[in-house]
């Protein structure tokens, strides 16, 4: 099984902030990658698909970058609706995916 | 536009099978261009994939859970479903349905969630 390993668990940042978020893949799955927000109560919502396409109705200020193990996720400029857990997950090993752990993008 | 929309009970006793289906609305369940699946988050913890269906009736499943899942689909109704034999304390989550693209692996659409949880 492909493991998606994110760093850092947490975070806290200030509005107006960039903030990068860190997924490794226990091997290589190109660029097989998306990035999820997740506010509390709330179901995930897909920002980021195939490492760096953007999804429709995202902010630009949400970037992906990466492909092969290393992947990151940046959000420019940190807004107060941003403050939310973040998690990636992989498409590659079809049938089955995986999801990182998370991280939390916390107030300063 | 679609939306999904998860429903069962939310109590289910330790042995017992936990049964859910989601509902699709805005568009059709049989388009051949999505799994739909099942994804799990206990209280405070990440995402579990759980399986999907294809329109087809064919499925995948988490090899960690796949002895004890079963995901189905009735296209008359839009709709598929999970089942989830044997459950225990740890099968207590929230679960979602959630659309998947067949082309990126992403989930691009998901129902609000529902909570179970397993309990004597």
């Known amino acids: 099984d492909i493991q998606m390993t994110q760093s850092p668990s947490s975070v806290s940042a200030s509005v107006g902030d960039r903030v990068t978020i860190t997924c490794r893949a226990s091997q290589g799955i190109s660029s097989w990658l998306a990035w999820y927000q997740q506010k509390p109560g709330k179901a995930p919502k897909l920002l980021i698909y195939a490492a760096s396409s953007l999804q429709s109705g995202v902010p630009s200020r949400f970037s992906g970058s990466g492909s092969g193990t290393d992947f990151t996720l940046t959000i420019s400029s940190l807004q107060p609706e941003d403050f939310a857990t973040y998690y990636c997950q992989q498409a590659n090993s079809f049938p089955t995916w995986t999801f990182g752990q998370g991280t939390k993008v916390e107030i300063k | 536009q679609v939306q999904l929309q998860e429903s069962g009970p939310g109590l289910v006793k330790p042995s017992q099978t936990l049964s859910l289906t989601c509902t699709v609305s805005?568009?059709?369940?049989?388009?051949?261009?999505?799994?739909w699946s099942w994804i799990r988050q206990p209280a405070g913890k990440g995402l579990e994939w759980i399986g999907r269906?294809?329109?087809?009736?064919?499925?995948n499943y988490n090899p960690s859970l796949k002895s004890r899942v079963t995901i189905s689909v009735d296209t008359s109704k839009n709709q598929f479903s999970l089942k989830l034999s044997s459950v225990t304390a740890a099968d207590t989550a929230v679960y979602y349905c959630?659309?998947?693209?067949?082309?990126?692996?992403?989930?691009?659409?998901w129902g609000q969630g529902t909570m179970v949880t397993v309990s004597s």
């Open positions: 959630a659309r998947d693209i067949l082309i990126l692996g992403a989930f691009d659409i």
């Open positions: 269906i294809y329109t087809s009736g064919s499925t």
């Open positions: 805005g568009g059709s369940i049989s388009s051949g261009s999505y799994y």
